[in-house]
């Protein structure tokens, strides 16, 4: 069975600092890989996915993630964090064969100026 | 297009009371779904679609039905509800069944508590 963890329940970063948030997934085939960012009230966005090809995924508001399939993670970064981007962020994992998303339980992370 | 919208977007039960979360979407996506969130547990699939007719369960069933007689609308009934499912529930859709093909839209959700 899929599933995926996200170590970190909390994170808080200085508004300009770098930002790496971890996500661990647990899959036996060629998983397929996504961050999506929910802000306070809001539903989810999708940042980034992966499912083949380069593991360096670039995504929206200048978000990535790297796929390290020897260490089954798909960590997510941003070189320097605005405060918009304080939210709930969820890593998710789907098989090639569905699109059935298991989630994280997530990571909320505070900016503080 | 107005994407997927989700209605109403609070509401307050009492145990054993009946209702039905409506979800639409103008997008002409095959495939549907249904997730619950709680805190510290992410989003768990409640039931899916992957056409009009055709709905199975997801993770946590339970408690919940799903049909689906049209592309566009695919409404979650809570027959009896129960404090247990008390949570915020989201709608989502995507063109294709395969996470390969398409990507996953999520509504704004529903508070839901029942006392």
């Known amino acids: 069975a899929q599933s995926v963890t996200q170590p970190d329940i909390h994170i808080t970063v200085s508004e300009g600092a770098s930002l790496e948030l971890r996500c661990n997934y647990s899959?036996?085939?060629?998983?397929?890989l996504f961050w999506y960012v929910q802000s306070p009230g809001q539903g989810l966005q999708l940042l980034l996915k992966y499912f083949s090809g380069d593991t360096l995924v670039q995504g929206i508001k200048g978000f990535e993630a790297e796929f390290k399939r020897s260490q089954s993670s798909f960590n997510l970064r941003k070189p320097s964090v605005h405060w918009s981007d304080a939210a709930e962020y969820f890593c998710a994992v789907a098989s090639e064969y569905g699109n059935k998303l298991v989630f994280g339980a997530g990571t909320i992370l505070r900016v503080k100026s | 297009n107005a994407g997927v919208t989700q209605t109403p977007k609070f509401q307050v039960l009492k145990t054993g009371q009946s209702m039905t979360l409506q979800c639409a979407q103008d997008?002409?996506?095959?495939?549907m779904s249904w997730y619950r969130q709680d805190p510290g547990m992410g989003l768990r699939l409640i039931h899916y679609s992957v056409g009009a007719g055709i709905t199975d369960q997801g993770e946590v069933p339970n408690g919940y039905n799903v049909s689906r007689s049209t592309t566009e609308d695919f409404p979650l009934r809570l027959l009896s509800a129960a404090p247990s499912q008390t949570s915020v529930y989201f709608c989502?859709?995507?063109?294709?069944?395969?996470?390969?093909?398409?990507?996953?839209?999520f509504g704004p959700g529903t508070r839901l508590t029942v006392l």
């Open positions: 997008m002409n996506h095959e495939y």
């Open positions: 989502a859709s995507s063109y294709s069944r395969q996470a390969a093909a398409s990507t996953q839209y």
């Open positions: 899959y036996g085939a060629t998983p397929y």
